[in-house]
């Protein structure tokens, strides 16, 4: 089955310090990938979607210059939180949609818990 | 807007059949997914529906009706690994693209006992 790695998986930092959380696809090429965010016992809630070569589409409410994303490769996206604070504390999970296959095919990556001290 | 509706908790036995219920308002409407997801793990498909009718897969079963915008996950043989959070997840075309996005339900923790 399609694999998504999530690199790391947790990561503890000091409140200003960045994050960069990398989300690779393993075995399939993936043009779209996606950022959630996950509060403890609450829904996934969609960040941004990011398109391989191109600039990151991001929700409402979601600071662009806070949380910068990079799809530089098929098979790579990353998620930079800038001058992180507490209140970025959370779990964040990505997501990629394979460039050929079904449409409706989402797979998930493990997750990367953060926690801004 | 988008919503879903899926209950907060389900409690049953080993071996019984559960139903999780999900009903759903949403302008673009795509198809209904299902996902699972254990305390800290990644959510992991389970099935999608993009017709009315059900769809078998081992012991789990996924039922849409897009004419009442209700759908349902069916559990059976219940075992104690099933003891998870289960999403119900609308595609919808107007969010996130052309091939749309998923909008997550709330989540139905489901406790297995034995």
């Known amino acids: 089955g399609a694999v998504v790695s999530q690199h790391p998986s947790r990561v503890i930092c000091k409140s200003g310090t960045s994050v960069k959380i990398e989300c690779r696809s393993l075995?399939?090429?993936?043009?779209?990938m996606f950022w959630y965010r996950q509060f403890p016992k609450q829904s996934l809630m969609l960040m941004a979607t990011?398109?391989?070569?191109?600039?990151?589409?991001?929700e409402q409410g979601v600071e662009k210059d806070k949380f910068l994303i990079n799809h530089a490769s098929l098979t790579l996206s990353t998620l930079t939180v800038t001058s992180a604070h507490p209140e970025d504390s959370s779990f964040y999970i990505c997501?990629?949609?394979?460039?050929?296959?079904?449409?409706?095919?989402?797979?998930f990556g493990p997750g990367t818990r953060l926690t801004v001290t | 807007g988008q919503s879903l509706e899926q209950p907060s908790e389900v409690t049953a036995v080993e071996g019984a059949i559960v139903q999780i219920n999900c009903t759903y308002q949403?302008?673009?409407?795509?198809?209904l997914s299902w996902y699972q997801q254990h305390d800290g793990g990644a959510p992991t498909f389970l099935s999608y529906?993009?017709?009315?009718g059900l769809e078998e897969t081992g012991r789990f079963s996924s039922f849409l009706s897009r004419s009442d915008s209700y759908g349902y996950l069916l559990l059976q043989e219940l075992q104690m690994k099933d003891s998870a959070s289960y999403f119900c997840?609308?595609?919808?075309?107007?969010?996130?693209?052309?091939?749309?996005?998923?909008?997550f339900g709330k989540g139905t923790k489901l406790s297995v006992k034995p």
């Open positions: 949403t302008s673009g409407f795509y198809g």
């Open positions: 997840a609308v595609r919808d075309w107007n969010y996130g693209g052309s091939q749309g996005n998923l909008i």
């Open positions: 997501s990629a949609r394979p460039s050929s296959g079904r449409s409706y095919e989402q797979y």
């Open positions: 529906n993009a017709l009315d």
């Open positions: 990011s398109n391989e070569g191109s600039k990151a589409t991001y």
């Open positions: 075995d399939f090429q993936a043009t779209t």
